[in-house]
C-alpha cells in the first residue's frame, strides 16, 4: 500500500517559536540565502555554530600542504574545513569530539564537501586524550576551541540553556555520566557554593546554593532546566526591581556554566590536555587555544608561561588575541572569546 504523502507542519505566524519548528535554519545546505540573511542580522542559526577567530587561528598557525594538523575540538566543524582547505588535498588532519550526536552530523557533512578518511580521520574521543588520537604522529599544528557549540546551546534537549524548558543534563557526551539534575543532588550546601564560585565567579553563591538545596529538604525537585532557572530568581528576590532582572539573568549564565563544567570534568581535562600537548608536537608545533571564561583562561596562560620558562615552548602569546569588533556583532558569541598560542621549541 502506498504510503500517504505528509506536509511538513509548518509553525504558526511570521517566526518559528521553537528549536523543532526552525526547518529552514535546521538544513542550513538547504536554505542557504534565509541562514546567510540571519547570520548577516548578528544571530547564530539554531542547529549551526559559527566559528571563532577563523582568520586569526589560520594567521598564526600558518598551515603549509602537506603538514599533520589536530582539531581537538571538532564541534560543527567549521574550523577543520578551513584548516582542510589549507592543506590542500595534501597531509593528513585529525579531529576529536565527545559528542556522538552532532560528530557524526559533522562527518557526514565534511565527507559531503569531498573531505573523506583519506584526507581526515574523526575520532570520537576527549581531547584530554590526545596522546591516544594518533600515537606514533606528532602534529605541525593544533587548535582547541574550549567553547560549547551553538548547535548544543540552542537545542533545549540537551539542557545547555535556560531559555527553553528543557531537562536538566548539561552533558556533552549524553551516553555517559551523571547529568547536571543527579549532581545537583549529590552536593551539599558548601559544596554547590564553592562549585559555583570557582566555576563562574558567582557573587550570589550563597545564595543560590541555599535555594537549591532548600527545595531539597522540601522533597522539591530540580529536574528541568526552568525549574533550575526558577530557583535562582527565587534566590535573588532581595536584589532591588530595577536590577533583579539582569542579574537573574547573569546568575542563570554563570550557574549553568559551572554545572556545565563540573559536570564534564572540563578544568581537568584542559589540565591534562595542556599536560601532554608538548608530546605530541613537532619542534616548531605551532598550538592555539581559544578559551570563553576566566577559569581556562588562567589555566592555558599559567602552563604557556611555564612550560616557555622551562625552554619546553620557544615563544607564546604575552597578551591574549580578542575577536574584532565587527565579528563580534556578526556574531554575539565571540565576546568573551581570547586566544592564546604556544610554538615547541
Same mark, same amino acid.
Given at each position: 500500500m502506498?504510503q500517504e504523502?505528509?506536509r511538513?507542519?509548518?509553525?504558526?505566524?511570521?517566526?518559528?517559536?521553537?528549536?523543532r519548528e526552525?526547518?529552514k535554519?535546521?538544513?542550513p545546505?538547504?536554505y542557504?540565502?534565509?541562514?546567510a540573511k540571519i547570520i548577516?542580522?548578528g544571530?547564530t542559526?539554531?542547529?549551526?555554530?559559527?566559528s571563532?577567530m577563523?582568520?586569526?587561528?589560520l594567521?598564526?598557525?600558518?598551515?603549509?600542504?602537506g603538514q599533520?594538523g $589536530?582539531?581537538a575540538? $571538532?564541534g560543527?566543524?567549521?574550523?577543520t574545513r578551513?584548516?582542510l582547505e589549507?592543506?590542500?588535498?595534501q597531509?593528513?588532519m585529525?579531529?576529536?569530539d565527545?559528542d556522538p550526536?552532532?560528530s557524526?552530523?559533522?562527518?557526514?557533512r565534511?565527507?559531503?564537501?569531498?573531505?573523506?578518511?583519506?584526507i581526515?580521520?574523526i575520532?570520537r574521543?576527549?581531547?584530554?586524550?590526545?596522546d591516544?588520537v594518533?600515537?606514533?604522529q606528532?602534529?605541525?599544528?593544533? $587548535?582547541?576551541?574550549? %567553547?560549547v557549540s551553538?548547535?548544543q546551546i540552542?537545542?533545549?534537549e540537551? %539542557?545547555?540553556?535556560?531559555?527553553?524548558?528543557?531537562p536538566?543534563d548539561?552533558?556533552?557526551?549524553p551516553?555517559?555520566g551523571v547529568t547536571?539534575?543527579?549532581r545537583?543532588?549529590?552536593l551539599?550546601?558548601?559544596?554547590?557554593?564553592?562549585m559555583?564560585?570557582?566555576?563562574?565567579?558567582?557573587?550570589?553563591?550563597d545564595q543560590?546554593a541555599?535555594?537549591i538545596?532548600?527545595?531539597?529538604k522540601?522533597k522539591?525537585t530540580i529536574e528541568?532546566?526552568?525549574q533550575?532557572?526558577?530557583v535562582?530568581?527565587?534566590a535573588l528576590?532581595f536584589?532591588?526591581?530595577?536590577?533583579?532582572?539582569?542579574a537573574?539573568?547573569?546568575s542563570?549564565?554563570?550557574?549553568f556554566?559551572a554545572l556545565r563544567?563540573?559536570?564534564?570534568s572540563?578544568f581537568?581535562?584542559l589540565y591534562?590536555?595542556?599536560?601532554k600537548?608538548?608530546s605530541?608536537?613537532k619542534p616548531g608545533?605551532?598550538?592555539?587555544?581559544?578559551?570563553?571564561?576566566?577559569?581556562e583562561?588562567r589555566?592555558?596562560k599559567?602552563?604557556?608561561?611555564?612550560?616557555l620558562?622551562e625552554g619546553?615552548?620557544?615563544?607564546a602569546?604575552k597578551d591574549?588575541?580578542?575577536?574584532?569588533?565587527?565579528?563580534?556583532?556578526q556574531?554575539?558569541?565571540?565576546k568573551s572569546?581570547?586566544m592564546r598560542?604556544?610554538v615547541?621549541?
Open positions: 502506498e504523502h505528509k511538513r507542519v509548518r509553525y504558526k505566524g511570521t517566526h518559528p517559536r521553537s528549536y526552525k526547518y535554519e535546521l538544513n545546505e538547504k542557504q540565502d534565509d541562514v548577516q542580522s544571530k542559526p539554531a542547529g549551526m555554530h559559527i571563532i577563523v582568520n586569526e587561528i594567521e598564526f598557525l600558518d598551515i603549509q600542504p599533520i $589536530l582539531d575540538t $571538532l560543527y566543524g567549521g574550523h578551513r584548516m589549507k592543506l590542500q588535498g597531509g593528513h585529525y579531529a576529536t565527545v550526536i552532532e557524526e552530523k559533522t562527518r557526514a565534511l565527507e559531503a564537501l569531498g573531505y573523506g578518511p583519506e581526515l580521520t575520532r574521543m576527549n581531547f584530554a586524550d590526545l591516544q594518533a600515537p606514533d606528532k602534529f605541525d599544528f593544533i $587548535l582547541a576551541d574550549l %567553547g551553538s548547535m540552542d537545542n533545549p540537551r %539542557g545547555f540553556t535556560f531559555k527553553y524548558d528543557g536538566l548539561l552533558r556533552l557526551d551516553t555517559t547536571a539534575a543527579q545537583l543532588r549529590e551539599d550546601r558548601e559544596e554547590l557554593a564553592a559555583l564560585v570557582e566555576n563562574s565567579d558567582e557573587p550570589y553563591a543560590i541555599k535555594a538545596i532548600t527545595v531539597f522540601k522539591g528541568t532546566t526552568r533550575l532557572a526558577d535562582i530568581e527565587q528576590s536584589l532591588p526591581a530595577k536590577e533583579r532582572k539582569e537573574v539573568k547573569k542563570c549564565q554563570r550557574t556554566q563544567i563540573d559536570v564534564n572540563e581537568e581535562v591534562s590536555f595542556l599536560e600537548l608538548p605530541v608536537l608545533g605551532r598550538v592555539a587555544v581559544l578559551t570563553f571564561h576566566s577559569g583562561d589555566l592555558v599559567k602552563s604557556f608561561k611555564q612550560l620558562k619546553v615552548y620557544s615563544d602569546a591574549v588575541i580578542r575577536p574584532s569588533a565587527e565579528e563580534c556583532f556574531n554575539p558569541r565571540a572569546t581570547k598560542w604556544a615547541k621549541a
